[in-house]
């Protein structure tokens, strides 16, 4: 019998904004996402979401797994669920961190990757362009 992988083909930019539509569904704070396409050999986009507690920060994680099963999004693993202060989601060409909100500003991963082409997703900062 033929197994044929069955994940969906999208574009990075679309699969990235749709992670980080999940995550502000949930609501993760300060949602960003960084393109490091030309930057980073390891992925193309990587996703940063402030989480409010050790078990919101888990269930980010968790709700971006389910969503990745029903619509079909690759999903090749996860780091850092058990202890929940800073969980790493690898979506193949989307990398996620969820962090605690303490931890985020320690690590600072949108420093090391200032160069990168930055978007923003929070829902409290609708900038959606000029009518």
Not at 64 to 83: A, N, S
Request: aromatic share 8%; proline share 2%; net charge negative.
């Amino acid at each position: 019998m033929n197994k044929e992988k069955q994940f969906k083909d999208m574009p990075n930019a679309e699969k990235a904004a749709l992670v980080c539509s999940w995550l502000d569904e949930k609501q993760g704070g300060e949602i960003v996402s960084l393109n490091v396409a030309d930057l980073c050999s390891i992925t193309e986009t990587i996703c940063v979401v402030s989480a409010r507690s050790i078990k919101h920060a888990q269930a980010l994680a968790d709700f971006i797994l389910e969503r990745c099963r029903d619509e079909g999004v690759e999903f090749l693993g996860m780091e850092g669920y058990k202890t929940g202060d800073w969980i790493l989601v690898d979506l193949n060409d989307v990398i996620i961190h969820v962090f605690l909100a303490d931890l985020r500003g320690f690590y600072n991963i949108e420093g090391m990757w200032a160069e990168a082409e930055r978007t923003d997703y929070s829902g409290e900062n609708p900038e959606h362009g000029d009518d």
